[in-house]
């Protein structure tokens, strides 16, 4: 068969599935509103990451991007504790699309590689 989407992407994905599946069941395992609190931290602090590397490659209009979107998973972090959960679904769910952009990019220097 035919790997189109190649090997390192493959690792990639099946990486980031097996921590959702982690993150999920341990957060399922808490009470509603420790694992709220929990996702928030979780949400706030995987997009602050991407700030640092932002910072670490000296790539202006990189960081920028990730303040954006750091500034934006914040947003959906205290949407999530403030008004409704559904935010901090939306917001994780929306970050695996983040990390999916990321990994297409061509000639990037933000985000390091494995």
């Known amino acids: 068969m035919i790997n189109l989407l190649g090997d390192s992407f493959m690792k990639e994905a099946l990486v980031g599935i097996g921590v959702g ?8 395992a808490l009470p509603i509103e420790l694992a709220r609190d929990a996702a928030a931290n979780l949400l706030t602090l995987i997009a602050s990451i ?28 205290l949407l999530g504790l403030w008004v409704n959960w559904w935010f901090l679904v939306i917001g994780l769910l929306l970050h695996g699309v983040w990390d999916y952009l990321h990994h297409g990019e061509k000639n990037q220097d933000v985000v390091p590689r494995w």
């Open 50 to 77: 991407y700030v640092g590397f932002g910072l670490a490659s000296n790539n202006t209009l990189g960081t920028l991007r990730q303040v954006a979107g750091c500034t934006f998973f914040v947003a959906l972090a």
């Open 21 to 28: 599946v982690i993150t999920c069941s341990v957060l399922l």
